[in-house]
């Protein structure tokens, strides 16, 4: 059994520490913007699509099992808080291969997304100056983010701080109109009633499976305010405060938007994928401009990810390293920042876009495939950690518990059979289970040289 006082320790190998110049204002409102995901605004649109109006039923569903991960989570983070977050804590629980596994797999996942999220902000911009190439756009998008976060830490929440002001009041204000709307009270537009509702499972359970595999990716991302709260002025606060209100910020914003939209727009609109459901709904009501300044929200939310997938991928290698499970030259801190593992996050990123150019069918395809299901594996870390943590908690420092997982272990294995569950869904879909597939044996492979890597720096007795 791995040592309980493995730890992760401030500085760098450099013995330069980390800065903490994010503000509370900054992490609360990263914890509330970062519920509103590019996926949520890009993503949606396939699964309305194939569930129908059934897709509210899936995000709720997925929702749930994400509030207990968060839950979870936040307990750890709490407890130890670490720029390193579930990784840190896997190698704490169950040894550092777990830590190895669970950090790199998330790196990979987070500077892939960082060149898909700059791809899609591209691909707006240059709708709206024709003739501009998109690969220019993601140039300059890359260079700004990678500088915001060579910066200070303090750059990196400032922008996000606005990002997510910006998307918290657009779709605030999206759910006041569709309400709105659907009460017959907004003028100019009529009440559909539930005429759009009626046909509730248009494509019966195998529609609903494939809205609940599209909804359970569009809550990732939720995990970078654990990452965010190792460099907070009040660590400890800024986690207990976000994951107590996750429960309510997904409810309205993911599950209560998913009803407004399919309560407003026929399921089976055009618009809905080719436009995205957001700009399709406020399409519907009529009102001037708005369907176009709902693109610029999801353009927002794109940057916003892109911001924030950059920094995350940055922190998680810098506390791989700082654990002895990297090349030492990520780990070095220069003005509080680990600016050679942002260049290389940055780097990565990019690579994955001139790939989606130069080998769209063979490399980059293999490469969205391999990062398909990482999420659900960190999840699964994160549950198993948090079963072996909390005993220890209890037994050596109760004290650190300032927030406690519901119900525990229960809901902790209720939340394991959910991922299992996931898992099964995805072998069933041929579409999916490539990506399971692949994930699975990035999985192992991570596993094995992190095991290896294990056995080799174990003190020899």
Not at 212 to 217: G, T
Not at 228 to 251: F, L
Request: charged share 10%; glycine share 12%; with cysteine.
């Amino acid at each position: 059994m791995p040592s309980s006082t493995t730890t992760e320790t401030p500085t760098g190998t450099d013995g330069v520490s980390l800065s903490h110049g994010l503000k509370q204002r900054h992490l609360s409102m990263i914890a509330l913007g970062g519920v509103i995901g590019a996926g949520l605004f890009v993503g949606s649109g396939a699964g309305i699509a194939a569930a129908g109006p059934s897709i509210v039923v899936a995000y709720a569903l997925s929702g749930l099992l994400v509030m207990l991960v968060m839950r979870m989570l936040g307990e750890m983070s709490a407890a130890y808080p670490s720029s390193g977050s579930f990784s840190a804590h896997a190698e704490r629980a169950i040894g550092p291969w777990a830590g190895f596994t669970a950090g790199w797999a998330f790196w990979v996942l987070l500077c892939t997304a960082v060149g898909l999220e700059g791809i899609g902000a591209a691909e707006i911009v240059s709708d709206w100056l024709p003739g501009t190439p998109e690969w220019l756009w993601v140039a300059l998008f890359m260079v700004v983010f990678c500088g915001t976060n060579l910066a200070a830490v303090k750059n990196f929440g400032e922008f996000e701080f606005w990002f997510a002001a910006l998307k918290v009041g657009a779709i605030t204000l999206f759910l006041v109109l569709g309400v709105l709307a659907i009460l017959g009270i907004l003028p100019g537009t009529d009440s559909p009633g539930a005429s759009h509702l009626t046909d509730f499972l248009p494509n019966g359970g195998e529609g609903l499976v494939i809205g609940l595999l599209a909804s359970v990716f569009a809550y990732g991302g939720l995990e970078t305010v654990t990452i965010a709260a190792a460099e907070s002025e009040n660590p400890v606060k800024g986690v207990a405060s976000a994951v107590r209100t996750a429960m309510w910020r997904i409810a309205l914003f993911y599950v209560g938007s998913m009803a407004v939209i399919v309560t407003l727009v026929p399921w089976d609109s055009k618009e809905v994928v080719e436009k995205g459901p957001y700009v399709a709904a406020l399409d519907e009501l009529g009102i001037p401009g708005a369907g176009q300044l709902m693109n610029v929200v999801v353009l927002v939310a794109l940057l916003s990810a892109m911001n924030a997938n950059i920094y995350g991928a940055s922190r998680i290698a810098y506390s791989l390293v700082e654990r002895g499970q990297g090349p030492k030259g990520l780990g070095r801190i220069s003005g509080g920042v680990p600016r050679i593992a942002v260049l290389a996050s940055s780097v990565f990123g990019f690579l994955c876009v001139l790939l989606s150019y130069w080998r769209p069918n063979d490399v980059f395809a293999w490469l969205l495939n391999m990062i398909g299901a990482v999420i659900l594996v960190v999840w699964i870390f994160i549950a198993v950690s948090q079963l072996r943590l909390r005993r220890r908690l209890e037994r050596e420092a109760p004290e650190k518990l300032v927030v406690r997982m519901w119900l525990f272990p229960w809901l902790t294995w209720v939340a394991l059979a959910g991922m299992a569950a996931v898992f099964v869904l995805m072998a069933r879909e041929p579409d999916t289970r490539v990506q399971l597939y692949s994930t699975g044996g990035m999985t192992v492979f991570l596993a094995l040289v992190g095991y290896g890597w294990q056995r080799v720096r174990a003190p020899r007795g």
